[in-house]
């Protein structure tokens, strides 16, 4: 049975088409008399107005927006210049270096790394090692491998102090915290670095899938260069982004400059 309503609701709805229709038409004039269009067309435009200027026309992935502290939108531009980069951290860091060091000759830059086996956060902060390579290799751009260690913290919120310490260190140095290669769930301590460090300054590698040793920790030398690949995809969108061009394979092997320290307690 067909509605006794359906004469009125088309009615209702050629009746809207019609609204709509003027709304976005000029002011319509009948001799002299003039009908005012509703502002319906203004506050349609007015919204897609409020969406460009926040920065996100133009960009098909949201996640390409890094997002000032004061609630602004924004991307860097590329650093250009070359940049003495130092890359320190814990028994993670060896297989980083192999590939950054290729990175490095592609792109102008000096490199440097300093592997502390067995160290954490605690004992970077504790210690005056960050600072002293950092005025040894005239560091101008740092690369942090830790958290590994920490990864077995329940309330890893009490080593914030020491993540600070470190920041603190590095001062106004631009930099990227490396986060951990998560074999296990944390509890926490990802979240704890990430917001911690500057916006755009935190590289989350949990959920990576790495081909690992056979500790079942420690990624191989070849899932290290593609986790520093992802590193290098991920760079535009870092809060400073330098020249990371992928190397050419007329850079061959290289030995990496790096520094070790011997393990101490935790």
Request: hydrophobic share 40%.
């Amino acid at each position: 049975m067909k509605s006794n309503y359906t004469g009125v609701w088309l009615l209702l709805a050629m009746s809207m088409v019609i609204i709509i229709l003027i709304a976005f038409a000029d002011d319509i004039t009948l001799g002299n008399w003039t009908v005012k269009k509703a502002p319906y067309r203004e506050m349609l435009l007015a919204e897609i107005d409020s969406l460009d200027n926040a920065g996100i026309s133009g960009h098909d992935n949201i996640d390409d927006i890094i997002t000032g502290g004061d609630g602004d939108q924004l991307l860097a531009e590329t650093d250009t210049t070359s940049h003495s980069i130092l890359l320190i951290g814990d028994s993670m860091t060896l297989n980083l270096a192999y590939r950054l060091t290729q990175y490095a000759r592609q792109n102008g830059h000096q490199f440097h790394a300093v592997n502390w086996d067995s160290s954490n956060t605690r004992i970077w902060a504790e210690s005056d090692t960050l600072q002293h390579f950092i005025n040894k290799f005239d560091a101008t751009y740092i690369f942090i491998s830790l958290g590994s260690n920490e990864l077995y913290l329940t309330k890893p919120e009490g080593h914030r102090k020491y993540v600070e310490a470190i920041l603190s260190k590095i001062g106004n140095r631009p930099y990227i915290w490396i986060g951990p290669p998560n074999w296990k769930e944390d509890a926490g301590i990802n979240d704890m670095i990430e917001s911690a460090c500057a916006r755009g300054s935190f590289f989350r590698s949990a959920g990576m899938t790495f081909e690992r040793k056979k500790d079942k920790i420690h990624p191989t030398r070849n899932a290290s260069a593609l986790w520093i690949d992802s590193i290098a995809r991920w760079m535009p969108k870092s809060a400073h982004p330098i020249l990371l061009d992928i190397p050419t394979d007329s850079i061959g092997n290289v030995n990496p400059n790096v520094t070790f320290l011997k393990a101490r307690n935790r």
